[in-house]
T-cell receptor, first 110, second 112 residues
Framework: TQLLEQSPQFLSIQEGENLTVYCNSSSVFSSLQWYRQEPGEGPVLLVTVVTGGEVKKLKRLTFQFGDARKDSSLHITAAQPGDTGLYLCAGLYNFNKFYFGSGTKLNVKP | DAGVIQSPRHEVTEMGQEVTLRCKPISGHDYLFWYRQTMMRGLELLIYFNNNVPIDDSGMPEDRFSAKMPNASFSTLKIQPSEPRDSAVYFC??????????FGPGTRLLVL
Protein backbone atom coordinates (compact mmCIF):
# COMPACT_ATOMS: atom_id res chain seq x y z
CA THR A 1 0.00 0.00 0.00
CA GLN A 2 1.39 3.36 -1.08
CA LEU A 3 1.32 6.16 1.47
CA LEU A 4 1.17 8.61 -1.42
CA GLU A 5 -0.96 7.98 -4.48
CA GLN A 6 -0.20 9.77 -7.70
CA SER A 7 -2.50 10.22 -10.66
CA PRO A 8 -2.49 9.70 -13.48
CA GLN A 9 0.06 6.89 -13.67
CA PHE A 10 0.76 7.55 -17.34
CA LEU A 11 0.23 10.63 -19.46
CA SER A 12 1.00 11.08 -23.15
CA ILE A 13 0.33 14.52 -24.60
CA GLN A 14 1.27 16.75 -27.50
CA GLU A 15 3.78 19.55 -27.20
CA GLY A 16 2.06 22.74 -26.14
CA GLU A 17 -0.68 21.13 -24.06
CA ASN A 18 -1.20 21.78 -20.36
CA LEU A 19 -1.34 19.03 -17.74
CA THR A 20 -1.79 18.49 -14.01
CA VAL A 21 -0.41 15.68 -11.89
CA TYR A 22 -1.86 14.92 -8.47
CA CYS A 23 -0.33 13.52 -5.29
CA ASN A 24 -2.74 12.46 -2.54
CA SER A 25 -2.50 10.94 0.91
CA SER A 26 -4.58 10.43 4.03
CA SER A 27 -1.55 11.44 6.10
CA VAL A 28 -0.32 14.91 6.96
CA PHE A 29 3.21 15.73 5.87
CA SER A 30 5.49 18.39 7.29
CA SER A 31 6.75 19.07 3.78
CA LEU A 32 6.42 17.65 0.31
CA GLN A 33 8.86 17.46 -2.56
CA TRP A 34 8.55 16.92 -6.30
CA TYR A 35 11.25 15.16 -8.31
CA ARG A 36 11.79 14.39 -11.97
CA GLN A 37 13.59 11.23 -12.99
CA GLU A 38 14.93 10.50 -16.46
CA PRO A 39 15.73 6.98 -17.72
CA GLY A 40 18.95 5.60 -16.29
CA GLU A 41 19.33 8.39 -13.76
CA GLY A 42 18.38 9.16 -10.20
CA PRO A 43 15.54 11.51 -9.26
CA VAL A 44 16.36 15.22 -9.27
CA LEU A 45 14.64 17.59 -6.87
CA LEU A 46 12.40 20.21 -8.48
CA VAL A 47 10.81 21.90 -5.47
CA THR A 48 9.99 21.64 -1.78
CA VAL A 49 6.72 22.99 -0.37
CA VAL A 50 6.31 23.40 3.36
CA THR A 51 3.31 25.56 4.20
CA GLY A 52 -0.31 24.50 3.66
CA GLY A 53 -1.70 26.34 0.64
CA GLU A 54 1.77 27.25 -0.59
CA VAL A 55 2.23 27.80 -4.33
CA LYS A 56 5.63 27.76 -6.01
CA LYS A 57 6.48 28.39 -9.62
CA LEU A 58 9.46 27.11 -11.55
CA LYS A 59 9.26 28.53 -15.09
CA ARG A 60 6.32 26.65 -16.68
CA LEU A 61 5.81 24.40 -13.63
CA THR A 62 3.45 25.38 -10.81
CA PHE A 63 3.42 23.41 -7.57
CA GLN A 64 0.73 23.64 -4.92
CA PHE A 65 0.58 22.15 -1.42
CA GLY A 66 -2.90 21.45 -0.11
CA ASP A 67 -4.24 23.51 2.80
CA ALA A 68 -4.29 20.42 5.04
CA ARG A 69 -0.80 19.34 3.86
CA LYS A 70 -2.14 15.99 2.68
CA ASP A 71 -2.03 16.56 -1.06
CA SER A 72 -0.20 18.41 -3.78
CA SER A 73 -0.41 19.13 -7.47
CA LEU A 74 2.03 19.87 -10.26
CA HIS A 75 0.77 21.84 -13.24
CA ILE A 76 2.82 22.18 -16.42
CA THR A 77 1.89 24.88 -18.91
CA ALA A 78 2.71 24.44 -22.60
CA ALA A 79 4.54 21.15 -22.14
CA GLN A 80 7.70 20.53 -24.13
CA PRO A 81 9.44 17.28 -25.10
CA GLY A 82 12.14 18.14 -22.55
CA ASP A 83 9.52 17.76 -19.80
CA THR A 84 9.30 14.03 -20.55
CA GLY A 85 10.16 11.88 -17.54
CA LEU A 86 8.91 10.25 -14.38
CA TYR A 87 7.52 12.73 -11.86
CA LEU A 88 7.63 11.67 -8.22
CA CYS A 89 6.18 13.33 -5.16
CA ALA A 90 7.70 12.61 -1.76
CA GLY A 91 6.23 13.46 1.62
CA LEU A 92 8.31 14.04 4.73
CA TYR A 93 6.64 11.88 7.36
CA ASN A 94 9.10 12.46 10.16
CA PHE A 95 12.30 14.41 10.35
CA ASN A 96 14.27 12.40 7.83
CA LYS A 97 12.05 9.83 6.12
CA PHE A 98 10.57 10.71 2.79
CA TYR A 99 7.87 8.46 1.41
CA PHE A 100 7.69 8.48 -2.37
CA GLY A 101 4.57 8.33 -4.48
CA SER A 102 3.98 5.77 -7.17
CA GLY A 103 5.04 8.19 -9.90
CA THR A 104 3.55 9.68 -13.07
CA LYS A 105 5.25 8.83 -16.33
CA LEU A 106 4.90 11.77 -18.69
CA ASN A 107 5.60 11.62 -22.42
CA VAL A 108 5.43 14.84 -24.41
CA LYS A 109 5.33 14.25 -28.14
CA PRO A 110 6.78 16.86 -30.51
CA ASP B 1 31.71 18.12 -7.46
CA ALA B 2 31.26 14.68 -9.02
CA GLY B 3 27.97 14.07 -7.27
CA VAL B 4 27.01 10.81 -5.61
CA ILE B 5 28.97 7.94 -7.14
CA GLN B 6 27.63 4.41 -7.26
CA SER B 7 29.24 1.21 -8.46
CA PRO B 8 28.70 -0.97 -10.27
CA ARG B 9 26.13 0.64 -12.58
CA HIS B 10 24.88 -2.77 -13.67
CA GLU B 11 25.11 -6.14 -11.95
CA VAL B 12 23.87 -9.49 -13.17
CA THR B 13 24.22 -12.41 -10.81
CA GLU B 14 22.76 -15.79 -10.09
CA MET B 15 20.43 -16.62 -7.27
CA GLY B 16 22.33 -17.43 -4.09
CA GLN B 17 25.32 -15.26 -4.85
CA GLU B 18 26.47 -12.39 -2.68
CA VAL B 19 26.01 -8.90 -4.12
CA THR B 20 27.76 -5.76 -2.86
CA LEU B 21 26.70 -2.31 -3.99
CA ARG B 22 28.91 0.67 -3.30
CA CYS B 23 28.30 4.35 -2.75
CA LYS B 24 30.48 7.42 -2.36
CA PRO B 25 28.41 10.36 -1.08
CA ILE B 26 29.05 13.99 -1.87
CA SER B 27 31.89 15.29 0.26
CA GLY B 28 30.68 17.08 3.37
CA HIS B 29 27.23 15.48 3.38
CA ASP B 30 26.32 13.98 6.75
CA TYR B 31 23.28 11.94 5.70
CA LEU B 32 23.33 8.91 3.41
CA PHE B 33 20.25 7.05 2.18
CA TRP B 34 19.81 3.73 0.37
CA TYR B 35 16.66 3.32 -1.75
CA ARG B 36 15.29 0.56 -3.94
CA GLN B 37 13.08 1.20 -6.99
CA THR B 38 10.85 -1.37 -8.66
CA MET B 39 7.87 -1.10 -10.95
CA MET B 40 5.62 -2.74 -8.40
CA ARG B 41 6.65 -0.89 -5.25
CA GLY B 42 8.12 2.35 -6.57
CA LEU B 43 10.94 4.05 -4.68
CA GLU B 44 11.38 2.75 -1.13
CA LEU B 45 13.77 3.86 1.59
CA LEU B 46 15.79 0.93 2.89
CA ILE B 47 18.09 2.52 5.46
CA TYR B 48 19.73 5.83 6.26
CA PHE B 49 22.85 6.92 8.12
CA ASN B 50 23.72 10.12 9.92
CA ASN B 51 27.41 10.79 10.54
CA ASN B 52 28.16 7.17 9.55
CA VAL B 53 25.72 5.75 12.14
CA PRO B 54 22.67 3.76 10.98
CA ILE B 55 19.59 5.60 12.21
CA ASP B 56 16.65 3.76 10.70
CA ASP B 57 16.83 0.39 8.97
CA SER B 58 13.12 -0.41 9.18
CA GLY B 59 12.91 -0.50 5.38
CA MET B 60 15.45 -3.27 5.00
CA PRO B 61 13.36 -6.15 3.66
CA GLU B 62 15.09 -9.11 5.29
CA ASP B 63 18.15 -10.23 7.18
CA ARG B 64 19.70 -11.02 3.82
CA PHE B 65 20.21 -7.27 3.43
CA SER B 66 22.88 -5.40 5.35
CA ALA B 67 24.43 -1.94 5.04
CA LYS B 68 27.55 -0.39 6.44
CA MET B 69 29.18 3.01 6.43
CA PRO B 70 32.75 2.60 7.69
CA ASN B 71 33.62 6.25 7.03
CA ALA B 72 32.11 9.47 5.75
CA SER B 73 33.03 8.78 2.14
CA PHE B 74 31.93 5.20 1.63
CA SER B 75 28.93 2.95 2.16
CA THR B 76 27.97 -0.55 1.06
CA LEU B 77 24.71 -2.40 0.69
CA LYS B 78 25.12 -6.16 0.71
CA ILE B 79 22.64 -8.86 -0.24
CA GLN B 80 23.52 -12.40 0.80
CA PRO B 81 22.16 -14.66 -0.55
CA SER B 82 20.53 -12.84 -3.45
CA GLU B 83 17.13 -13.87 -4.83
CA PRO B 84 15.35 -13.03 -8.12
CA ARG B 85 12.88 -10.80 -6.26
CA ASP B 86 15.81 -8.56 -5.25
CA SER B 87 16.09 -7.44 -8.87
CA ALA B 88 15.64 -3.66 -8.86
CA VAL B 89 17.47 -0.38 -9.23
CA TYR B 90 19.24 0.57 -6.03
CA PHE B 91 19.90 4.24 -5.39
CA CYS B 92 22.19 5.92 -2.93
CA UNK B 93 21.50 9.54 -1.97
CA UNK B 94 23.25 12.01 0.29
CA UNK B 95 22.36 15.26 1.97
CA UNK B 96 23.87 17.90 4.19
CA UNK B 97 21.67 18.64 7.17
CA UNK B 98 18.18 19.52 5.95
CA UNK B 99 19.36 20.61 2.53
CA UNK B 100 18.60 19.03 -0.82
CA UNK B 101 18.94 15.27 -1.17
CA UNK B 102 21.08 14.28 -4.17
CA PHE B 103 20.67 10.88 -5.78
CA GLY B 104 23.33 8.82 -7.47
CA PRO B 105 22.77 7.25 -10.91
CA GLY B 106 21.73 3.93 -9.38
CA THR B 107 22.83 0.30 -9.68
CA ARG B 108 20.60 -1.87 -11.84
CA LEU B 109 20.62 -5.35 -10.29
CA LEU B 110 19.34 -8.45 -12.03
CA VAL B 111 19.30 -11.72 -10.12
CA LEU B 112 18.72 -14.73 -12.33
Amino acid sequence: TQLLEQSPQFLSIQEGENLTVYCNSSSVFSSLQWYRQEPGEGPVLLVTVVTGGEVKKLKRLTFQFGDARKDSSLHITAAQPGDTGLYLCAGLYNFNKFYFGSGTKLNVKP
Amino acid sequence: DAGVIQSPRHEVTEMGQEVTLRCKPISGHDYLFWYRQTMMRGLELLIYFNNNVPIDDSGMPEDRFSAKMPNASFSTLKIQPSEPRDSAVYFCASRQGTQTQYFGPGTRLLVL
